[in-house]
């Protein structure tokens, strides 16, 4: 029983580490050149986004998936992704204005949808990219350490990627759910295929 709740109490602190990564992201100062930036950015995401894998699957590992910790995961991860791209705007290596307009465009259509999953993680979905568009840009070594650490994720944890995918899928209001599990069907499946 200790060893259950032991992991339950390191899920959540990985949660709240995200939380830990946008502060240090928001706060940061004085950067000497845009390599610089990247590099930044780039580490401190790639350990939030390791710390969201290992989080999911400790919770899981514990049978106490549940708990205001838990649900603050969704809000951190985006929080998180908000804050490397405010990074990238406040240095000048993205328009500012664009950053701040598709900020207040992400917010209105959060509010308009009631917070639909599915519509806030499509919107999340450039954020998440961000970084990783900025480091061809400007640190193409940091743009192929970010490749391989897509490719290490892919790899060991594919099923649990799937089901992301399928959840998101099912979170979409009825049309675009309907349209892409058309394409999925026209594929042979009308999940993934590789969750069940």
């Not at 985006?78 to 598709?102: K, Q």
């Not at 069907?185 to 590789?194: E, I, N």
Request: aromatic residues 12%.
């Amino acid at each position: 029983m200790y060893a259950v709740s032991s992991l339950k109490v390191l899920a959540n602190v990985l949660t709240l580490s995200r939380g830990v990564i946008a502060i240090l992201l928001l706060r940061a100062r004085d950067f000497e050149d845009p390599a610089t930036v990247v590099r930044f950015v780039v580490l401190l995401t790639l350990l939030g986004w390791t710390t969201d894998v290992f989080d999911g699957n400790l919770a899981r590992a514990s049978r106490h998936t549940g708990g205001r910790i838990s649900s603050a995961d969704f809000p951190m991860d985006i929080l998180m992704m908000w804050s490397a791209g405010y990074v990238f705007a406040r240095t000048g290596l993205i328009p500012h204005a664009l950053y701040v307009g598709y900020s207040v465009l992400m917010v209105v259509v959060a509010l308009l949808s009631r917070f639909n999953r599915a519509m806030v993680l499509g919107f999340c979905a450039p954020l998440a990219g961000l970084p990783l568009v900025v480091s061809y840009v400007y640190s193409p070594r940091y743009f192929m350490f970010f490749v391989l650490w897509i490719g290490v994720v892919l790899i060991a944890d594919w099923k649990r990627f799937t089901q992301v995918v399928d959840s998101f899928v099912d979170a979409l209001p009825d049309p675009q759910r309907r349209i892409i599990r058309g394409i999925l069907g026209r594929l042979g499946s009308h999940h993934t295929g590789f969750s069940g």
